[in-house]
């Protein structure tokens, strides 16, 4: 038997449900025993019955002689939840709304033409994007050597310096599907 000692509060509905399988298994067991005055098979089925529910609380999975498993699959479904909740929190929250637009842009719109007075903004954008491998330069040239461009000449394309990477388009779709 597997133990796993962080488990989250159990909901109103499945303690209900608990207590009813538990109810239920011991008055048949109740039952069972004023019939026929020993503790048998039977009896002690029934009694591993009424305790199931509360296992649960405690364990994972538990192997019963006999090779039978049982698996709750409630709380991982639970864990499961929450994991995704903590992935979908994460994907949506990565990039700013400014960063998002400069991916999809190099992405889908070549050229993508950046006039002087943006420049010095895209500059950090382009740097956090190219350090999560979202973006990669497409030459030798550097951040600065496309700001300098436009400042110099009022304007350049962006798609000439950078070009999104199979992981930035993995962001962009993962992205799509969760907002």
Known sequence: MS???????VPANRLIAMIIISVVGLAF????LTTTLAIDTTTIVLLVIAAIPW????????????????????????EQAKQIATLQFLVTH???SGQIGHLRRLD??????????????????????RGLGFIEQTSKTTVNDFINEVEKNGKADASRYFQTTSIGRKYLELRSQNV
Do not use: C
């Not at 133990?3 to 509060?9: F, I, L, V």
């Not at 007075?117 to 500059?123: S, T």
């Open 29 to 32: 067991a109740i039952v069972h």
């Open 94 to 96: 990565l990039l700013t």
């Open 108 to 129: 889908n719109m070549p050229p993508y033409i950046m006039e002087k007075g943006y420049a010095p903004e895209l500059a950090p954008d382009l740097r956090h994007l």
């Open 3 to 9: 133990a796993n000692n962080t488990r989250a509060p």
């Open 55 to 78: 296992l649960s609380v405690f364990l994972s999975e538990a192997t019963l002689p006999g090779g039978w498993k049982l698996t709750f699959i409630q709380q991982k479904q639970e």
